[in-house]
């Protein structure tokens, strides 16, 4: 029997060496992201960017003279699909690095795999703390944390909106409600306590027995952990009630999609947002800005996050000359890396040292500004 | 009137342009939308051609001679043969025990994954293909054991071969409550019925963040052997299982184990469908299934033997659920939704509802086609539909039809 | 003061209740006469009402595009174009993935459905992108009525008014078809006994092609209304509300026209007032049991007629 096991092995090795060797003409790097399904504007996003990084970082010579190569992995912000599509980057695809994932309930458990493989993951969206909080070392992150973005939230909400009853409202999913309980914490530390505190369902358009509710208890002011595609619907059944509360959320939706999802520019209006101090006005990444204009699109969200989350792994493999996560990971907890977003280090956790989240509003003709 | 074999596609292809115009030729973006020709186009074309040959294939078939049979029945009629069937028993076992060996990771998981797919239609086939009671909620079951096995773990610390028995207690447990109240209820509502249960459960599993989880999922730790973990390093004090053989670690050592225990738990329950089907209970399912009436005012009990159905098939559908929990190391609502039902309701009546070899060779195909269109990505699972609505006009009866055993007296 | 507040939401509750349930009671009718007329579940219709949704904004954008301004005009037009082609995808699935199976057995067209919607669903994805769309709103501005005698109001849309108008418009006209024109009676005839229709020398065929025409029509009114009303929707809401809708036409007793209005509106008002009153998480739920507990008393639902076994 113990022979049949090493027969099994080896069989697997002589399988998968002509993938390995072939590999070493380019170095594969998967994104991970919901490329399908209702949040698959994010999971363009994410590809966007790390394709024009990728293009750039080519079109100089690679890194040390070999190319990148992309591979797409489509979890479509599902913790299953996240698990199987991380096996199958690592298996099949034999990716030195991941970008991704975006969704915070897909990164945690993709993260196990990964990490197993010994394999460096750089989220450029997952803001839950959970997801450096549990101790693996070759887990980075570009984005904030939820924490930091929650606090930010509250401290609007009680010290600009002057709001007397706050409800809070999430997706039940572990970026929805991490970003509800961070704002919650912050709200009581503050001194004040929310009225209502509810969970909704993803993917569900009717929410206007909970838009009611809110009516119940007087709400000045509504607080959604969430994505776009719910936050949409609610804020229009929120105007169509008549309700002048103010919606406030947090970078999950930052997106086109979530004018389009709220029925229009009028009913988007007003809506207020946490998110990064505006990638695009950072004067590194104006040329890569101005680029990807030209090319008819608009690098809006988490665009640039990814592409400066390309640069850091492309930085941080080209100064090593290694592509095994625990020797990349210990050089970029050293190194502070130029990216098109400013420069950027990282703690001992894997978080930005510093990551500033500040509020947006979005106006009237579908775009959203910087609340000063 | 021009030739019937030209106007009638033509028909087709003005109707099929007439419904893909609008979605596929134009697209919106934002409130605007923009002009695309060729999918309508192309879609129209593909219709002709297809409507045309099915009309060149009807005439070819009448010109044929009758009475030859399609190559296809001389093959299931070779399925049905007993001296296959006795090259069957031998072969396929040591196939499968060999076969986990020569399959890559991904290879590996598939494999699983058809292994707990053929458990969970041969559950459902007792309830469905021999009993007769329509049940549109089996993953319920399902659920049941897969949570089972990853709240068991959580709360309670067990492991993986107490959850086994325990999980399939359990589901068939919750088969027998659900069995109770629709014990009143025929086909149809009944169906609904089940189904309703199988959301309830899952609604429950989504909601109850702080028991389940919610959305989020729960963690489940690999299966042990004997006390010998999986893992590249071990956790307090255990020993993993390639440092205790000396060989080197690989992740698939874990999937092998699992599936090979998978593989002898489906030979297993398959012994026991197979007999059950010859006993008098397999046989008072089945006389339910074609006249309730006439079996009560026999005398056969038909509250026992449906719930026994019920129960059956839930226990299958749970030990099903805990290997599954088992293999992907981690359990969340999305994977009991309703289109898993279907999916396997799909596999038993594809396969044939009742037959044993066919409802095992459904599960496999149906669970490693998407695998292997994987490539397409973005069309899975439209050829996915579109191989089930052809498969079911073509064979409605399903791969193999199911065969009664049949006793024969002994000749004289 | 307590007591007004109390009315107010009340009020809007039932509101919301009767406008989620008159949306479901339109798109159960699909369902209940499908399974009235073939003993079918159509498990393809929930997708249908969504292709619909979709048609009703690409027609708005193409009308848009070509100048035309007048909101009653836009609303007519676009309703008249999805209703029509969207009973034609209702006729063409029907023909395609149902009528091979008439003679065979009674699981084979629900496992065809299944395969259907997840064509449907995957084609629409395919064709018009994964992400939510958007339906600008034609129709700003609400009516707000009073309640009670302290100032409490409800509000209601025009559009959510519009809603509840036309389903019970096309409720009253689908009646009428049925009731009082040879076509319904060809179609009432054939539900029940479909061989003695035809050997009366009805075309049974023809007759259920019109029944899921009929279906789809209707769904596609709740399409346009519904996507008119939320602002969004996409390649994933023909699941949910599909399902939904379906216990609709359950509870009210599959097959009656009346029932699945009925069914529709107790599951909407049961919806909102359990969301509205205890817990929004378990609103489902509730909507579920309250469907197992009707039919475990009145297995053949509210107002459905009860199955007589033959021996």
Redo the contacts between chains.
Sequence with gaps: MKKLWLHGVVLVLAVGYPLLARAGETIPIGVGGPFTGPYAAFGEQLWRGAEQAAQDINAAGGIDGKKIELFKGDDACEPKQALAVANQLVERHGVKAVIGHFCSSSTIPASEVYAEAGILQITPGSTNPMVTERGIKTLFRTCGRDNQQGSVGAQFVVNALHARAVAIVHDKDTYGQGLANAMRDELHRLGKKEVLYEGLTRGEKDFNALVTKFKSVNADAVYFGGLHNEAGPLIHQMKDQGLKATLVSGDGIVSQDFVVAAGGPPYAEGVHMTFGRDPRKIKEGHEVVERMRKIGYEPEGYTLYSYATLQVIAAAISATKKTDGATLANWLHSHDVPTVMGSKGWDAKGDLKVSDYVMYRWHGKGGYEEVP | MGHPLLTQPLLTAI?VL??TA???G???D????NLRWQ?PLWLTLIAFCIHWMILLFKRWRLGEKTGKPSPWSRVSSWGSRPSVHRLAFFVLPVVGLVL???L???GL?VAILALIYVLLALGLNIV?GLAGL?DLGFVAFYAVGAYGYALGHHYLGLGFWLSLPLGALLAACCGIVLGF??L???G??L???T???G??IR??L??W?DFTG????L?VDFPTFFGLEF??HAKEGGIPIHEF?G??Y????RN?FIYLVLFLVVLLILALVSRLKTMPLGRAWEALREDE?ACRSLGINHVTVKLSAFALGAMIGGIGGVFFAAS???V?P??FT?FES?LI??IV??GG?GSIPGVMIAAVVLTVLPEMLRDF???R??V??????VM??WR??GLVRARRPVFQGRKA | MVATMAAEIFAQQTVNGLILGATYGLIAIGYTMVYGIIGMINFAHGEIYMVSAYLAAIFLAVLHFFGLTSVPLLLVAVLLATVLVTALYGWFVEKIAYRPLRHSTRLAPLITAIGVSLILQNYVRIAQGARSQGMPSLLQGSFILPVGDQGGVVQITYVQLLIIIVAFLSMAVLTFIMQGTSMGRACRATEQDRIMAALLGIDTNRIIAIVFVIGAAMAAIAGVLVSLNYGSFDFHIGFITGIKAFTAAVLGGIGSLPGAMLGGLILGLAESFFAGFVNSDYKDVFAFSLLVLVLIFRPSGLLGQPQITKV
């Design positions: 109707l007439l419904l609008p979605v596929s134009l697209v919106l934002g409130y605007d939308f999918p986990p060996f020569f890559g990771k991904y998981t469905v329509l109240p629709v009143r209820m025929h149809d509502y169906a609904i019925v189904l309703g249960f959301e309830i609604l429950v989504n909601n963040m919610g959305p989020n999922g963690r893992s590249r053989l060989i080197d690989s992740s698939n050592t092998i009436i992907q190391g981690f969340n999305t994977s309703f279907a309701l799909a009546v594809l509802l990505s973005d069309y699972i439209l996915f539909g579109l191989a089930m609505v079911m006009i409605p009866q």
